[in-house]
């Protein structure tokens, strides 16, 4: 089974590759995006590895600034903490979650991130849902070894832009992933949603070094 770790490094090479466009064209396809914007990132990745690797917060900064124009943070945080909990959520609490889940995803997957060597992707196809402005882009990315992982991106069109809402790496879904460690979060922690927000990015950090420990058994 592929670790945790090796996920990250797969999923977000592409979904940060959706990110970092930050002039995206109206009229441009949620598969033109996924194509052109993946090379954009693996070429900023591949330059500045070295800088990135000696001074890996700069890495995380240069992620937050080409996530925040394009990813629909908004609603995926929703997602995550779910209806259940949002709705409890002051607006205040919202925003401090919506930060605290962008610093989780840039300490939970930049490092590994500066580990891909950028072996390639493929798009195969889009395909479409009920609504015109959700739909699937399936694609292919090869990984270190040159094994093969299929890897979906659920696209939303929001005031005419399309943003990432989600992606499922080899049958992983990362939504899903996170929506479980949140309501494993508020469990663990006696209902305590104030407490749970406020810890995200930390209980993101230790969710990390588990699986780090586990590598290693």
Known sequence: MMSIKKYSQFVFVLLFAVF??????????AQQVVQATVDTLLKDLNTNRAKYAKDPEAFHKALHTLL?????????????????????A??????T??????????????????DYEGKGMKVLKTIPSDSPDRVSVQTEVKGNDNTI?????????????????????????VGKL???????EMRNNKDD???VINDWADAVERAQEQADSDDKK
């Open 193 to 195: 949603l104030n407490y």
């Open 149 to 173: 992982y299929p890897v979906s991106y659920t696209m939303i069109k929001l005031n005419g832009k399309w943003m990432v809402r989600n992606v499922v790496v080899n049958g992983l879904n």
């Open 90 to 95: 002051t607006p205040e609490q919202m925003e």
């Open 68 to 88: 925040t124009p394009v990813v629909d943070v908004d609603g995926i945080a929703r997602s995550v903490m779910t209806i259940k909990y949002a709705r409890r």
């Open 20 to 29: 970092s466009t930050l002039t995206l064209a109206a009229e441009q396809t």
């Open 178 to 184: 996170f929506r479980d460690q949140f309501a494993s």
């Open 97 to 114: 979650f919506k930060a605290n889940f962008e610093q989780g995803l840039m300490q939970f997957y930049g490092n590994a991130l500066l």
